[in-house]
């Protein structure tokens, strides 16, 4: 009877661990969609009405005046090395931001 009742508990708790594996999966999934495509039409721009860039500094993102990443205006505590490679390759070129809301936006993606 001991043994019925462990193997029993057993088979529930293997079930469980599956359950909570596929959602763990799941959330990856999610994790690795890509950014919105505003972000790509922008990329598509000229960027001459950006008011800022994103991209790459120290290992994190930041946020430059220029293009050309001559000044920074912020540093985030966003790992590059947590991005998919898409998105650390369109930091590498630069990213323009069109107003604050847009920055927001993007670092907010960008971070979760």
Do not use: H, W
């Not at 529930?12 to 690795?32: C, D, P, Q, V």
């Amino acid at each position: 009877m001991k043994k019925l009742i462990r193997l029993t508990v057993l088979i529930i708790m293997l079930s469980a661990a599956a359950g909570f594996a596929r959602g763990a999966y799941k959330t990856l999934e999610n994790r690795s969609a890509s950014l919105p495509e505003g972000v790509y039409a922008q990329l598509l721009s000229d960027g001459k009405d950006a008011e800022c860039y994103l991209g790459g500094s120290g290992g994190c993102i930041a946020v430059f005046a220029d293009k050309g990443r001559r000044k920074m205006l912020r540093a985030t505590d966003i790992e590059l090395s947590a991005l998919r490679e898409g998105d650390r390759a369109m930091l590498g070129r630069g990213i323009p931001v069109r107003d604050e809301k847009a920055l927001l936006q993007l670092l907010e993606d960008l971070g979760s």
